[in-house]
DNA sequence: GCGTCCAGGTCTACC
DNA sequence: GGTAGACCTGGACGC
């Protein structure tokens, strides 16, 4: 496999502390094989100013639909699960920063209806960040003390989001109360144990684990082969509550208020206010005793006493300042801790 | 070698 | 409604 995927910040579209450098997620020979032989293509033209390195392929190594994908000379091979079904995606990129073009080749086991097809065109477009208008965010961005300093390093870099709502939720789940380096155990063993590997376009990629599997798995089977402890209650529960098929998708929880899309995310098993804020497809300010430290020095300029007791304030402070760009805010400075460090004189630990 | 603490939160019993 | 404690596991640390 390739990739350094997670390098230091794990929360949208699996990241953090590469997964490669704990265990490997390879298509093994004992895993499940989907040949994924029908396809289609269609283009995209992003709104620009659009980077497609720097939002395919985020800094932080956030990886786009999971941690197993590649990524080739401006093309990357991805797979996700979408109503139940294998889907892999090669997007190429065709076009330049200012006049963006991407490529988007889907492959399926089955030849999809024409409204399904629709639907895919849509929901990939939209999970690119093709239709995010960079330019209100930048306008604010330029006159915050903070975000000023990022916007430039990282001059159309996109948000994307995963269209599998199971994937983020059961990666916002192995992040608590775990070092990273169990986090990332936990993931590689899930990922290897009960994923399916698609075969498509000369590669094999192994996907995350679909609800539907997993909600006819015991708990505590999943304790046993993959260690996750007390998470596996929550995993299966989870599994149940979206194959119950009556929770909103990908594309409804987006077009929803935000904080009704929370609400909703917020009734899923083992998903809290730090989770819901990271699985939601309109983001929310994440903040978790990693992030605390990195936001408190660059609020109050100087390092937490607790972390712990002070992610509320910090988690406050930050909405107030940024509002309904908080998210934003939390996503380009966490991609650009290294130049932000730098630039501002503060030490910016990378966990 | 052994005991204790705590880590990228969430849930729930209890007041 | 607010909050203390429990929850799996394993690495780090002190002794």
Redesign the pocket.
């Known amino acids: 496999m390739e990739k350094e995927k997670y390098v ?4 949208r579209g699996q ?3 590469s997964l490669a450098q704990s265990r490997p997620i390879t298509a093994s020979s004992a895993s499940a094989m989907a040949k994924l032989t029908r396809s289609f293509e269609f283009e995209v033209k992003p709104l620009p100013p659009y980077d497609f390195r720097l939002t395919i392929k985020k800094p932080a190594g956030w990886s786009l639909f999971g941690p197993a994908e590649i990524y080739e000379d401006e093309t990357l091979w991805t797979v996700t699960n979408i109503d139940g079904a294998l889907v892999g995606v090669k997007f190429s990129s065709k076009g330049t920063i200012e006049n963006p073009r991407v490529l988007v080749r889907v492959f399926l086991k089955k030849k999809p209806a024409r409204a399904e097809k629709e639907r895919l065109k849509r929901l990939l477009a939209q999970a690119i960040g093709a239709d995010q208008d960079l330019r209100q965010f930048y306008s604010v961005a330029k006159r915050d003390k903070i975000l000023k300093h990022v916007i430039g390093d990282l001059y159309g870099m996109h948000d994307t989001f995963s269209p599998n709502i199971f994937s983020e939720a059961v990666l ?2 192995l ?9 990332t155990t936990m993931m590689a063993s899930f990922i290897d144990v009960y994923g399916e590997v698609a075969n498509f376009d000369g590669k094999r990629i192994k996907a995350w684990p679909t609800s539907r599997r997993m909600a006819g798995v015991s708990i505590g089977e999943l ?1 046993r082969t993959c ?5 596996a ?2 995993i299966v529960k989870l599994a149940k509550r979206l194959e119950a098929g009556d929770f909103p998708t990908v594309e409804q929880l987006k077009d929803m208020d935000p904080a009704r899309a929370k609400e909703r995310l ?1 009734e ?9 804020d990271i699985v939601s497809p309109q983001g929310g300010f ?1 903040i ?4 605390v430290e990195v936001f408190g020095k660059l609020f109050f300029r100087k390092k937490p006493t607790n ?2 007791l002070a ?1 509320e304030r910090v988690k406050k402070e930050g909405l107030k300042r940024w509002g309904k760009w908080a998210w934003m805010a939390f996503f380009y400075v966490v991609q650009d801790l290294g130049n932000l460090s730098r630039k501002l004189g503060i030490k910016l630990r990378l ?1």
């Not at 230091?8 to 929360?11: E, H």
């Not at 978790?288 to 992030?291: I, Y």
């Open positions: 230091s910040i794990i929360y990241p953090h502390q916002a789940i992040l608590q109360m775990a070092p990273l380096k169990r986090s304790k260690n996750m402890g007390y998470r209650k929550s917020l899923l098993p083992g998903v809290g206010d730090y989770s819901a994440p978790d005793v990693w992030s972390n712990r992610i966990a």
